[in-house]
């Protein structure tokens, strides 16, 4: 498989957040349209989650809507041994973390939002004039 040229800032960020809160095993940066942009993974393919991210973001977003919800969190799937989070990291970007069934949910969630901000920054700089 050819190696994927990514940005190193925000690998550097996906590997904290892997190392930092327990159970986060796979991570993927994609656009809202499904485009790999970076990831830290080892047994899946990123470009197919890349892809399912935003296929998962844009329905949530649209059931969240259609219940007379606004602004759009995250999306959680669970299965017996994974977990699935899906969040969007701006209008354009998504963060799909992969988990086993040991996550750390509460530190996630206490960890996230600083991860989301960090992401947003690297993205924008990236963005031209």
Do not use: C, F, W, Y
């Amino acid at each position: 498989m050819p190696e994927i040229h990514q940005p190193e800032p925000l690998v550097e960020v996906l590997t904290a957040l892997r190392e930092g809160v327990m159970g986060v095993s796979e991570t993927v940066i994609s656009t809202v349209d499904g485009l790999l942009v970076a990831a830290d993974v080892d047994a899946v393919h990123a470009e197919s989650i890349a892809a399912l991210s935003a296929a998962t973001h844009s329905l949530a977003h649209r059931m969240a809507h259609e219940a007379g919800g606004t602004g759009l969190r995250d999306v959680t799937t669970r299965s017996a041994d994974r977990h699935v989070v899906v969040l969007a990291i701006n209008d354009r970007a998504l963060l799909t973390i992969l988990g086993d069934d040991g996550l750390d949910l509460i530190r996630l969630q206490h960890d996230i939002h600083t991860t989301l901000a960090h992401l947003a920054k690297i993205l924008k700089g990236d963005t031209p004039a």
